[in-house]
């Protein structure tokens, strides 16, 4: 089937807000999900986002959802060395048996 | 609460050898999944199991691969006659009964193929 699509690097100064693009394939995804890779670790889930909703904000993190397009971005504001991951977008193509399809991910760099 | 956790973190065998990987679920979960991410990839789905059950193994490899999660102990990914292309992370994920939940993933075991 089709991928999920990411720009595979970006890179920010410390304090600027970075924005993470991602375009999913299948209209009838129930849940979009941004997941962060550190280096030699596993992914940590940052945020998900119901398909019925167009926006959502949690602390430093706001995630978009164009459906129409279906485009999904995270913003992250203030911008920390820390936050220097790689970002995972991951749809579930409707599927009512949990399968994730991820994207190649985005290797965020941020330089003090 | 442990999370999702995965064993041995990194794996060194020899062409036809067989490599097996475990994953313990995060405690409540009955639902696991498992993943590979070839190097500068995304994860790929592997299989996804309940006690005792495969529910979908569409993204298994038709050979050599088996996986099983028994009414007790951990999940159980087995690689059999690995051969240099079975070099990867591979990544436990769990979820509470209700499968849309979201999933969390374990640290992975990176499977090196001399």
């Known amino acids: 089937g089709e991928d999920v699509e990411q720009s595979l690097f970006l890179s920010v100064r410390e304090g600027d807000s970075s924005v993470i693009n991602c375009t999913y394939t299948?209209?009838?995804?129930?849940?979009l999900y941004w997941y962060k890779q550190e280096p030699g670790a596993g992914l940590q889930l940052l945020t998900y986002?119901?398909?019925?909703?167009d926006m959502k904000q949690d602390q430093r993190l706001t995630v978009l959802l164009n459906k129409k397009d279906k485009h999904l971005s995270l913003r992250i504001a203030d911008t920390q060395t820390g936050d220097s991951a790689i970002y995972f977008c991951?749809?579930?193509?409707?599927?009512?048996?949990?399968?994730?399809?991820f994207g190649r991910g985005t290797q965020l760099t941020v330089w003090p | 609460n442990a999370g999702v956790m995965q064993n041995p973190r990194h794996l060194v065998r020899r062409r036809g050898q067989e490599a097996r990987l475990r994953c313990s679920p995060m405690?409540?979960?009955?639902?696991v999944y498992w993943y590979r991410q070839l190097p500068e990839e995304g994860l790929k789905f592997m299989v996804y199991?309940?006690?005792?059950?495969?529910?979908?193994e569409s993204g298994m490899p038709k050979e050599r691969f088996s996986a099983e999660f028994p009414k007790e102990g951990p999940s159980i990914l087995r690689i059999q006659q690995v051969v240099r292309g079975d070099s990867a992370a591979y990544f436990c994920?769990?979820?509470?009964?209700?499968?849309?939940?979201?999933?969390?993933f374990g640290p992975g075991t990176r499977l090196l193929v001399l």
């Open positions: 994920a769990s979820s509470p009964p209700k499968p849309q939940e979201t999933q969390y």
């Open positions: 299948d209209s009838s995804s129930t849940y």
């Open positions: 986002i119901f398909s019925n909703m």
């Open positions: 991951a749809e579930d193509r409707g599927s009512t048996l949990g399968r994730l399809y």
């Open positions: 405690k409540g979960h009955s639902h």
């Open positions: 199991l309940q006690k005792e059950n495969i529910i979908d």
